[in-house]
Each structure stands twice: as structure tokens, then as C-alpha cells.
T-cell receptor, first 113, second 115 residues
Framework: GNSVTQMEGPVTLSEEAFLTINCTYTATGYPSLFWYVQYPGEGLQLLLKATKADDKGSNKGFEATYRKETTSFHLEKGSVQVSDSAVYFCALKRNSGNTPLVFGKGTRLSVIA | DVKVTQSSRYLVKRTGEKVFLECVQDMDHENMFWYRQDPGLGLRLIYFSYDVKMKEKGDIPEGYSVSREKKERFSLILESASTNQTSMYLC??????????????FGDGTRLSIL
């Protein structure tokens, strides 16, 4: 079946540190991949996406590259800010049929000044 | 921008009550979804719907039902609320299946407490 595995949190970083949140997936075929972010007290927002191998999604200084050979979609940011404190979810969607997203369990990030 | 609106941010109900959670989207999306979010478990899909009057079970449908009488509205129903249904409930919508790369758009969630 389809599944997403994320590194467990919480992750605590100092401001301006480098961030990596690992995400690997299992899927039949070639899914689309997404990162969502959930700020405190809010719903999920799309952060970035990639729809085919070697695509790089980017937004707000975050990046993730679709790596088919390692079935990974790791989230990175070069210099985190306190305002990046949130829960981050990796997700996939099968590229056939009308199927819901499959989410990882989320990784909580806390950035301290 | 897509707007997904959940009727309540916070809700407190009693065991055994019938509870309705309402969700409305304004982008004419065919697909709508209900998830619950619990610490350590992430998001789990309860039910989804691809069209009016259609519904599909997700991963954890037990104890829930749904209603989709109009395209823009998708209701989650707890037939007889129990304390293990205390959770954050998230509604989402998305365009139809041929837009497979299209993301889901989420509401702000309803934090439901069953006493």
C-alpha cells in the first residue's frame, strides 16, 4: 500500500540554523508529493509540492526534491526563523484515479531565538 | 483563494449525544474529506466524497457517518459521541481526480471535546 514515513520530532533549533526533516514514501507508480505546514491553532496549508522525479518544490525558503531512486522528499531550509515553528506533514497522492492524500505523522519544529 | 470553512472552532458535547460537524467550501470542488488529528497519530482519514450524495469510507469510519446533499457542504456526524472521539477534526476539499497533482485545501479545524 501507500505510506509516508517522517522523522519523529520534536525538532528544536536555534534561529538561523539549517533544517532538514526527512520523509520517505512507499507507493505504487509515481505519486505526487507534498509538504504541508500547520501553524499553532490553524489548519494545514500547502507549503510546496513536486509531481515527478527530480522536481524541486520551493516556497518561503523551504525546498524539497523528489528523489525516485531513494523514494524520498526531504524538507530543507537554510536558515530557520522563530516564525517557522509549526508542525510539518509530508504527504503523497497517487497519480491515478481519484484518491485522497496519504499523510505522514507530522514533525513538530520549534525554533528558539 | 480557496476557502474551507468549518462551522465551529471549539465544541464541547456529552457522551451519547449526536454531533454534527459542518464544512463548506467555496471553490466548487468535487472532492471533500474529513480527517481527525491526534498527537502521535498524525491525520487519519475518516470519510471522503467525490460528488454529491456519494461517500467512501476512509481508514477509521467506525462511529461516524457523513452527508453530502450539496456540492459545497460536507457534514460529519457522530451518531452517539464517545470520549474516544475527542479530537481535532479537519475538513478538506480538492478539484476532481484528473487534477491529481492538485493539493487539498484545509479548514482551520474543529476541536471537539466529548465529556
Amino acid at each position: 500500500g501507500n505510506s509516508v514515513t517522517q522523522m519523529e520530532g520534536p525538532v528544536t533549533l536555534s534561529e538561523e540554523a539549517f533544517l532538514t526533516i526527512n520523509c520517505t514514501y512507499t507507493a505504487t507508480g509515481y505519486p505526487s508529493l507534498f509538504w504541508y505546514v500547520q501553524y499553532p491553532g490553524e489548519g494545514l496549508q500547502l507549503l510546496l509540492k513536486a509531481t515527478k522525479a527530480d522536481d524541486k518544490g520551493s516556497n518561503k525558503g523551504f525546498e524539497a526534491t523528489y528523489r525516485k531512486e531513494t523514494t524520498s522528499f526531504h524538507l530543507e531550509k537554510g536558515s530557520v526563523q522563530v516564525s517557522d515553528s509549526a508542525v510539518y506533514f509530508c504527504a503523497l497522492k497517487r497519480n491515478s484515479g481519484n484518491t485522497p492524500l496519504v499523510f505522514g505523522k507530522g514533525t513538530r519544529l520549534s525554533v528558539i531565538a | 483563494d480557496v476557502k474551507v470553512t468549518q462551522s465551529s472552532r471549539y465544541l464541547v458535547k456529552r457522551t451519547g449525544e449526536k454531533v454534527f460537524l459542518e464544512c463548506v467550501q467555496d471553490m466548487d470542488h468535487e472532492n471533500m474529506f474529513w480527517y481527525r488529528q491526534d498527537p502521535g497519530l498524525g491525520l487519519r482519514l475518516i470519510y471522503f466524497s467525490y460528488d454529491v450524495k456519494m461517500k467512501e469510507k476512509g481508514d477509521i469510519p467506525e462511529g461516524y457517518s457523513v452527508s453530502r446533499e450539496k456540492k459545497e457542504r460536507f457534514s460529519l456526524i457522530l451518531e452517539s459521541a464517545s470520549t474516544n472521539q475527542t479530537s481535532m477534526y479537519l475538513c478538506a476539499s480538492s478539484p476532481p481526480g484528473q487534477g491529481f497533482h492538485q493539493p487539498q485545501h484545509f479548514g482551520d479545524g474543529t476541536r471537539l471535546s466529548i465529556l
